[in-house]
């Protein structure tokens, strides 16, 4: 499954150095931060109405083509910002030792 994240985050940094006519991500990075940002909202709402659809619906394809965008679009945000998926597969890792409940209400303190 990461094959698909490494491979991903490769063309991500690729086309994040091409020229804004040549591709979409190019194109966001031309943009800024600001228009990557929108687009990772509006994939974000666009996902959860998929959800709320997909709880009286036989069918998950529109919510897993939607949760898709997000991904998609959050790892060009977070391409933008010099960082990648394995930033976040570690942090997911650091987690797993962890009460879900203890680290929220660390954060809580602080």
């Known amino acids: 499954m990461n094959d698909t994240l490494a491979r991903l985050a490769e063309v991500l940094e690729q086309r994040k150095q ?29 996902t959860l109405l998929a959800a709320k659809d997909c709880q009286h619906s036989a069918d998950k394809s529109e919510l897993i083509y939607e949760t898709a965008d997000l991904w998609f679009h959050s790892l060009v945000m977070l391409s933008h910002l010099g960082l990648g998926p394995d930033d976040v597969l570690q942090e997911l890792e650091r987690r797993f030792d962890l ?12």
Do not use: F, M, P, Q
């Open 18 to 46: 091409a020229a804004a006519d040549s591709s979409y991500v190019a194109s966001l990075h031309a943009k800024g931060l600001n228009k990557i940002l929108e687009k990772v909202g509006e994939e974000c709402t666009e």
């Open 99 to 110: 009460s879900g409940l203890a680290e929220k209400a660390a954060r809580t303190h602080e």
